[in-house]
């Protein structure tokens, strides 16, 4: 039995620099020459890379085994410290931590000389290594001064900095949005009381300049590119009469939808001038032919390579058409009937996204819909039964003013003027016999006699409007967000501070603005015959000598009345 270690190779052991002092060979070591030759011991790439993975093997077992025993003494020190006194804690923590000793400097590999040229002087025992590695199979007592050779000196771990802490920066860029939102809301509220105590003709100016930003925000979302042309170059070039004509029949349909309502609500105005006569009897043929023309210069903008762009364009404009301009004139008619049909609604709109807010922040935990993951059942809920309570004190506190149940006949009039007319039926308060064992009740707990209870029918026409505004209407909102995400997008602009566009804010107004009108002129207004529709029917429908006859035969009746016509 050999006295020296047993190696994986031989070259293993001659890059060690380790004589035993015997001559034997093993029989798997690569051959040497005689001792008379030279030497021709240079070991192979393969063997090389081996050896250097073995190294790096070794390396990384040592380090897991040096951190394990400095955790186990500094273990061992904190134990130790613990039945100690104050002193010997200190002075136990002020001394080092031993380190391994190092090996003595004869021990240490050296780099192997370059060949020399001399046969007989150069030694068979030095392998051309630039890095000392040490087998596994070498692991014994005789081979431990070895290792410590071959490891290299250790890095000190450095503590990594604190990441900064995000949720300070989050808390202060929500604090921010909240402030701005709620600024903004404020001032929304603020001027939207402003103008409806200026008059009626403001408020239609507010809601034309709401559709045409709504209406601008919708039809940016359709670019009209070509394909060919984006392959080329590198920005979207737009089909320059896309805007244009999206705008021009915005215009002839605002044109068309106004004026219905100017000749309608205004009659006693109209049918008076000459000239406004002569619009009003040929409103809808000019406005048909406007759109003809309209038609005509789509037709003639069509191109090649912008075909199928520019009729989706057509359709996107008439659709948002409908669903924009339709709807804002069905809210102006009624601002025209009169301001409460515009306001409470609007307001219970308004009360109803509120009162989702606070009680799904307080409430929330059962999402609604997937299409607006922040809406929750709890909320909805919330929400409707605060608006259903919120519209009786709402509008029975406007009903009391002549201004807000008025029809309007003046675009001027403002809520400073004296006003009067003669109310609707709905806005007349009634007596309801209660019955006699809950009338019998409420007089006991009272301490007065009650026999009749105060009422108005407007009051269920209040929770009819509330039902829809807290049940249906935030459906225009669940649409409106299935649009955004359609486009993936966040908000349709940036139009209001912290509320994002135009349409994030008027997408509930106008489902509540159109369902408002229509039951309005189906179970509430009351057909009158008025001046206006009369001078309406003298006008258009009688010829000049006719007109003359119906005034000569009023003066007589007038006279026969005993009433003195000049």
Same mark, same amino acid.
């Given at each position: 039995?050999?006295?020296?270690?047993?190696?994986?190779?031989?070259?293993?052991?001659?890059?060690?620099?380790?004589?035993?002092?015997?001559?034997?060979?093993?029989?798997?070591?690569?051959?040497?020459?005689?001792?008379?030759?030279?030497?021709?011991?240079?070991?192979?790439?393969?063997?090389?890379?081996?050896?250097?993975?073995?190294?790096?093997?070794?390396?990384?077992?040592?380090?897991?085994?040096?951190?394990?025993?400095?955790?186990?003494?500094?273990?061992?020190?904190?134990?130790?410290?613990?039945?100690?006194?104050?002193?010997a804690?200190e002075?136990?923590?002020?001394?080092?931590?031993?380190?391994?000793?190092?090996?003595?400097?004869?021990?240490?590999?050296?780099?192997?000389?370059?060949?020399?040229?001399?046969?007989a002087?150069?030694?068979?025992?030095?392998a051309?290594?630039?890095?000392?590695?040490?087998?596994?199979?070498?692991?014994?007592?005789?081979?431990?001064?070895?290792?410590?050779?071959?490891?290299?000196?250790?890095?000190?771990p450095?503590?990594?900095?604190?990441?900064?802490q995000?949720?300070?920066?989050?808390?202060?860029?929500?604090?921010?949005?909240?402030?701005?939102?709620t600024?903004?809301?404020?001032?929304?509220?603020?001027?939207?009381?402003?103008?409806?105590?200026?008059?009626?003709?403001?408020?239609?100016?507010?809601?034309?300049?709401c559709?045409?930003?709504?209406?601008?925000?919708? #039809?940016? %979302?359709?670019? @009209?590119?070509s =394909?060919?042309? $984006?392959?080329?170059? *590198? /920005?979207?070039?737009?089909?320059?009469w896309?805007?244009?004509?999206?705008?021009?029949f915005?215009?002839?349909?605002?044109?068309?939808?106004?004026?219905?309502?100017?000749?309608?609500?205004?009659?006693?105005?109209?049918?008076?001038?000459?000239?406004l006569?002569?619009?009003?009897?040929?409103?809808?043929?000019?406005?048909?032919s406007?759109?003809?023309?309209?038609?005509?210069?789509?037709v003639?903008?069509?191109?090649?390579?912008?075909?199928?762009q520019?009729?989706?364009?057509?359709?996107?404009?008439?659709?948002?058409?409908?669903?924009?301009?339709?709807?804002?004139?069905?809210?102006?008619?009624?601002?025209?009937?009169?301001?409460?049909?515009?306001?409470?609604?609007?307001?219970?709109?308004?009360?109803?996204?509120?009162f989702?807010?606070?009680?799904?922040?307080?409430?929330?935990? #059962?999402? %609604?819909?997937? @299409?607006s993951? =922040?809406?929750? $059942?709890?909320?909805? *809920? /919330?929400?409707?039964?605060?608006?259903?309570?919120?519209?009786?004190?709402?509008?029975i506190?406007?009903m009391?003013?002549?201004?807000?149940?008025?029809?309007?006949?003046?675009?001027g009039?403002?809520?400073?003027?004296?006003?009067?007319?003669?109310?609707?039926?709905?806005?007349?308060?009634?007596?309801?016999?209660?019955?006699?064992?809950?009338?019998?009740?409420?007089?006991?707990?009272?301490?007065?006699?009650?026999?009749?209870?105060?009422?108005?029918?407007?009051?269920i026409?209040?929770?009819?409007?509330?039902?829809?505004?807290?049940?249906?209407?935030?459906?225009?909102?669940?649409f409106?967000?299935?649009?955004?995400?359609?486009?993936?997008?966040k908000?349709?602009?940036?139009?209001?501070?912290?509320?994002?566009?135009?349409?994030d804010?008027?997408?509930c107004?106008?489902?509540?603005?159109?369902?408002?009108?229509?039951?309005?002129?189906?179970?509430?207004?009351?057909?009158?015959?008025?001046?206006?529709?009369?001078?309406?029917?003298?006008?258009s429908?009688?010829?000049?000598?006719?007109?003359?006859?119906?005034?000569?035969?009023?003066?007589?009746?007038?006279?026969?009345?005993?009433?003195?016509?000049?």
């Amino acid at each position: 039995m050999s006295s020296r270690a047993t190696f994986a190779s031989r070259t293993a052991y001659e890059g060690l620099q380790v004589d035993s002092g015997e001559s034997d060979t093993e029989d798997e070591l690569t051959p040497a020459e005689d001792s008379t030759g030279p030497a021709t011991t240079k070991p192979t790439k393969s063997a090389l890379k081996k050896l250097a993975k073995l190294a790096r093997i070794e390396k990384r077992e040592q380090a897991k085994r040096e951190k394990l025993e400095k955790k186990a003494q500094l273990a061992q020190q904190a134990q130790d410290a613990i039945g100690d006194t104050a002193a010997a804690t200190e002075e136990s923590q002020s001394e080092p931590i031993p380190e391994a000793p190092l090996p003595p400097p004869k021990d240490e590999p050296t780099m192997p000389s370059e060949p020399q040229s001399n046969p007989a002087t150069a030694t068979p025992s030095m392998a051309p290594l630039t890095t000392p590695v040490l087998p596994p199979a070498a692991q014994n007592n005789d081979s431990s001064a070895l290792k410590n050779v071959i490891l290299e000196e250790k890095e000190l771990p450095v503590a990594n900095p604190p990441l900064p802490q995000p949720i300070d920066a989050e808390r202060a860029k929500k604090r921010a949005s909240i402030i701005e939102r709620t600024t903004w809301t404020l001032i929304m509220i603020f001027g939207f009381i402003a103008l409806l105590l200026l008059g009626p003709g403001y408020m239609v100016l507010l809601v034309m300049a709401c559709q045409a930003l709504v209406y601008r925000e919708v #039809t940016a %979302l359709f670019t @009209l590119t070509s =394909k060919q042309e $984006v392959q080329r170059t *590198v /920005g979207k070039r737009k089909d320059p009469w896309s805007k244009t004509l999206s705008w021009y029949f915005f215009a002839v349909t605002n044109y068309f939808l106004y004026g219905e309502s100017i000749i309608y609500y205004f009659k006693h105005v109209v049918f008076i001038d000459r000239q406004l006569t002569t619009f009003a009897n040929n409103h809808r043929l000019s406005s048909f032919s406007l759109y003809t023309l309209g038609i005509m210069g789509f037709v003639m903008s069509l191109k090649k390579g912008y075909l199928k762009q520019q009729f989706g364009l057509f359709c996107w404009v008439h659709m948002s058409l409908l669903l924009i301009v339709v709807s804002s004139h069905f809210i102006v008619n009624n601002i025209l009937e009169g301001m409460i049909w515009f306001w409470v609604p609007a307001s219970l709109v308004i009360c109803n996204d509120i009162f989702a807010y606070i009680w799904g922040m307080t409430l929330g935990r #059962t999402p %609604l819909i997937e @299409l607006s993951p =922040k809406k929750t $059942v709890e909320g909805f *809920v /919330g929400a409707f039964i605060s608006t259903m309570l919120f519209s009786q004190i709402w509008g029975i506190y406007f009903m009391r003013f002549d201004y807000m149940i008025c029809p309007v006949h003046e675009l001027g009039a403002n809520a400073f003027n004296s006003l009067s007319c003669t109310p609707n039926s709905v806005f007349v308060w009634q007596e309801a016999t209660i019955p006699g064992p809950v009338a019998s009740a409420l007089s006991t707990l009272l301490g007065r006699s009650i026999t009749t209870l105060p009422w108005c029918p407007y009051q269920i026409h209040l929770l009819a409007l509330a039902f829809f505004a807290s049940v249906v209407a935030p459906f225009g909102g669940f649409f409106a967000s299935g649009f955004k995400r359609a486009f993936d997008i966040k908000d349709f602009g940036h139009s209001i501070p912290g509320h994002g566009g135009m349409t994030d804010r008027m997408d509930c107004q106008f489902l509540m603005g159109v369902f408002t009108y229509v039951y309005y002129s189906s179970l509430i207004r009351q057909l009158h015959v008025t001046v206006g529709s009369l001078l309406q029917t003298i006008v258009s429908g009688l010829t000049t000598e006719q007109q003359l006859e119906l005034v000569a035969d009023l003066k007589i009746y007038l006279q026969g009345q005993g009433i003195a016509v000049p």
